[in-house]
């Protein structure tokens, strides 16, 4: 990132998430729910907080006039339309705020002007002139939007700018209302604007973009670069239809590209993901796991290739530290396409350090199960790795296993084993499928043990979690305890058995004879 010896000119952070953002269809909040929004924006260092729209509804008045008074140092906005009712009402509910802004809007496009407003052009300028003015009575901060700016007939907008500016308006927002516009067209605008507008340089200019076309944070950006200096935007980029510009990336795009883009913000980028989890929680909209900047794969690896340079030097994939936006750190998630140097750092992270034979091996397993499995926990690695450990060593085991089963099927299980070195097979009935597992096992290798204990229990959550099943095996006075882990809960009783087996073949080696004979004696 370029150093600048200069002071870095500031950009305006207008959050719209409690006004805007609400308009989400589903996305509704309570009044405690908004003032915990609240909160958390001014403490992010928002610039300026959009609390509502105070005539909208009793509820929308009480929620700005609580946000204005509690809200320290942000801005407090209130929003209004061109009618006296409507700025009167966002006067009366800002009374309590320490820095009070009234934003008030009219349409300009022609399509608007003639399907919604039903007004001409004349109308609709006298509408501006005297709504910023009956503004002003209440605060000298007053912004006024021409809403669907982007299709607005240009020598129109500007009459309509210039009129807002000499009514008293500081603020002069330039809406892409239906998220219409492309980033040169929106910075073409935004340099229209400022230079044909007497007095231009008397305001800030702002953005306001939707994304309906999924740019609206790429033609925030490019009205900044135009000489915007106020960026309004939404966490999470909820809003309407497909949304608006999302703070955090407006922000960190400032933040990252200040060799590109010298400004910055007053957002304390730390809170960021803290900010994202509340909004997403208060308004039940799930944040897309590939979200930039708080989505939980932001700062995920899985692919072999990027773990491996990751693991090399950071930057080799990763443009800004998970700490800046308040992400704990990386994470190298472990899937199909994560080779052995992630593999094993992981298992190094997890307290193992195996042989070369053994990572071969437990590397093997893993990657067959995460062609099972699409999440890797760490939990699934515990259980392959020990699972592998306590298998090690077995002269018996699983090597092919079938099972039939069902409402209205016999119970079977088709099993080979493998019993020093020699392929067995057969298929066997039981009551049910573990039943005929375990019948089958009798089979091909007889014994007397009798089963005192059969569990199982889930590694992780999910329809795709691995079991791992524990078998307790009774003999003469000898238990032994097997494990077995799989994505199948059968596949994994097998292991079980067969790893209890195993065990109880060690026990009768190592069983000591009840009396030894003289002639044992004599030669001991």
């Known amino acids: 990132m370029t150093t600048h010896k200069s002071p870095l000119e500031q950009i305006r952070i207008f959050d719209t998430t409690l006004r805007d953002g609400e308009q989400s269809p589903g996305a509704a909040m309570t009044l405690d729910e908004k003032l915990a929004v609240a909160d958390m924006l001014d403490a992010l260092g928002v610039d300026i907080i959009e609390a509502g729209f105070p005539i909208s509804s009793p509820g ?24 006296f009712k409507d700025i009167d009402r966002a006067g009366e509910a800002l009374k309590g705020a320490r820095q009070p802004r009234i934003h008030t809007f009219l349409s300009t496009s022609p399509v608007h002007m003639k399907h919604k407003l039903q007004m001409g052009p004349n109308a609709v300028l006298d509408a501006i002139g005297a709504s910023v003015a009956r503004a002003r009575r209440y605060t000298d901060d007053v912004e006024w939007s021409a809403e669907d700016a982007t299709r607005t007939e240009r020598d129109f907008l500007c009459r309509c700018v210039e009129l807002a500016i000499r009514s008293g308006a500081t603020t002069i927002n330039v809406p892409d209302t239906v998220g219409y516009a492309t980033p040169q067209e929106f910075f073409d605008l935004i340099t229209m604007l400022r230079n044909r507008v007497p007095n231009a340089d008397t305001v800030v200019f ?18 900044v670069l135009a000489g915007a200096r106020q960026v309004e935007c939404t966490i999470n980029g909820i809003g309407e239809r497909a949304g608006n510009a999302a703070l ?21 980028t730390p809170l960021l993901a803290k900010a994202s989890k509340l909004v997403s929680n208060v308004t039940g909209f799930v944040v897309q796991a590939n979200k930039a900047i708080v989505g939980k794969n932001a700062f995920a690896h899985e692919s072999g290739i990027h773990q491996d340079g990751m693991l090399k030097h950071v930057e080799t994939y990763e443009i800004m530290r998970p700490e800046d936006v308040g992400v704990t750190g990386s994470s190298l998630v472990l899937g199909k396409l994560s080779g052995r140097h992630a593999f ?76 020093d070195g020699e392929q067995r097979r057969t298929t066997a009935a039981g009551d049910g499928a573990v039943d005929a597992i375990f019948n089958a096992i009798g089979e091909l290798y007889p014994h007397n043990a009798s089963l005192a204990q059969f569990q199982i229990h889930a590694v ?65």
Request: include cysteine.
């Open 60 to 83: 929308d008045f009480e929620a700005v006039s609580q946000v204005a008074r509690r809200v320290k140092n942000s801005v407090v906005c209130g929003l209004a339309r061109a009618g």
């Open 206 to 223: 702002s953005t306001h973009c939707h994304n309906d076309l999924g740019l609206a944070v790429a033609n925030s950006l490019a009205g």
């Open 248 to 268: 955090e990336e407006i922000v960190m795009a400032l933040k990252v590209r200040q060799d590109v883009m010298p400004f910055q913000t007053g957002i304390k």
């Open 344 to 419: 094993r750092d992981k298992l190094t992270a997890l307290g193992y350090e195996l042989p070369t034979a053994d990572f071969e091996e437990a590397f093997s397993r893993f990657k067959a199960l995460a062609d099972k499995k699409k999440h890797i926990f760490d939990e699934d690695l515990i259980a392959l790795v020990d699972d592998g450990m306590v298998r090690s060593h077995d002269s018996i085991f699983v090597k092919a296993l079938k099972v039939a089963t069902g409402l209205g099927v016999e119970p079977s299980a088709e099993l080979t084993l493998v019993v």
């Open 460 to 524: 992780t959550a999910g329809t795709d979690a691995q079991a791992t099943v524990t078998v307790r095996l009774e003999e003469d006075g000898r238990t032994v305890t097997g494990r077995g882990a799989d994505t199948d809960t059968l596949v994994a009783a097998a292991h079980a058995y067969v790893n209890a087996l195993n065990k109880l073949l060690v026990k009768r080696q190592k069983q000591v004879p009840e009396a030894l004979s003289p002639a044992t004696t004599a030669s001991a």
